[in-house]
């Protein structure tokens, strides 16, 4: 039966909890609402210098550059390849999603031949195998190792302080290049402490903007690697964006209310405080986790310490295709989940749970998602991922002597 207001018109407002875009915080919307202005003016460094060293802070990074390009996270893949390596270089990735895949598509295409490390989807990079292949290359032909931090497709996020620890362990001398875009933000991330050479993300995750801008933040030993590096680049040229970025300018006209935007942002996630906005998304990911264990289903992660605290991916039964589940919490209950992609086609849907969120707004959406499970065929008992959510989070709230008399 269609919703009694089923019409042209959706009231209240659509459910996003696919992962990333994520919700715009309204202030932040607010803040972008700008008239264009000169970006050569004399003033325009004071609204830019501080996003520079801002986002320093957001990566961790005591002395990297942060380059802020107008694209979107794959634009920030592209720049981090192509400003460091030149063609034929050979790069050690592991793949085990979706991301993973085209980032190692992105490197062949730009003419680095990337040895691939295999891992099954629902695991993460694995230290140990990362080691092994460094230690065998006895001539250090590879020059970086490629890691998503988190992968979007799967819901793993992998130990980037253990691949660190697995190339000192080996010797190796290779530099290391990190995917943060579903993690950055949202998840802690250190680039200077985990020895981090290349560190990519988008807008459009942690930072709770629009899709719009690729960030890479780079060590001292990548840009040095740049001055020699000979792969093809023109629009994504760490130098050219050096030196107009020195003065707070940019090679060419920068996305004007994405900037501003930002600026909001970071003021968000400064204001919450970081460490607390990772607990905070680490709270919510426990709530999710609990919901898909009363619903009697399970993760695409196939261990606990793969989990992710931005995105869960969650299989579906045999026989029941995932598709259908996020088609009719779409088109049934105006939400929007996140669909399995390649290998995982119709096998799951995620549920995204990062950015400008609280507890009410992820319990809103487990219950669309077990209205569209139920709808979709799937049994679950309605109400049980919702309730032992709230059990989760109302427990973390309560004092002992509630949770005593409770
Ligand atoms: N890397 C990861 C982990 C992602 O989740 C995404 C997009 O979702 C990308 C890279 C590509 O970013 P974009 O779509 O902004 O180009």
New binding site residues.
Partial sequence: MAAPWAGSRRPGRNFLFV??PTNVPDRVQRAMVVPMEDHRSSSFPELTLPLFEDLKKVFKSRDGQVFIFP?????A?EAALTNTLSPGDRVLASRFGQ?ST??IDLAQRVGLDVEIQDEEWGRGADPDRIEEALRADRDHRIKAVLV?H????TGVTSDVGAVRRAIDAAGHPAMLYV?G??SIGSIDFRASEWGVDCA?T?S??GLMLP?GL?IVCVSPRALAAAKTAECRRCYFDFADQAKANATGYFPYTPALPLLYGLRESMRCLFEEGLEQVFARHRFLADGTRAAVKAWGLTLCAQDPKWNSDTVSAIMVPEGINGAEVIDIAYRRYNMALGAGLSKVAGKLFRIGHLGDLNELMLLGALAGAEMAMCDAGIQIQPGSGVGAAQTHFRGATQTAEQRAAA
């Avoid at 694209?71 to 634009?75: K, P, R, V």
């Avoid at 988190?150 to 497709?153: F, L, Q, R, W, Y």
């Fill in positions: 992962p990333g694209s979107s996270g794959t634009g893949w991301f085209l980032w998503v988190n992968e979007t497709a995917d875009v579903s990519i988008g459009q995750k899709a690729g």
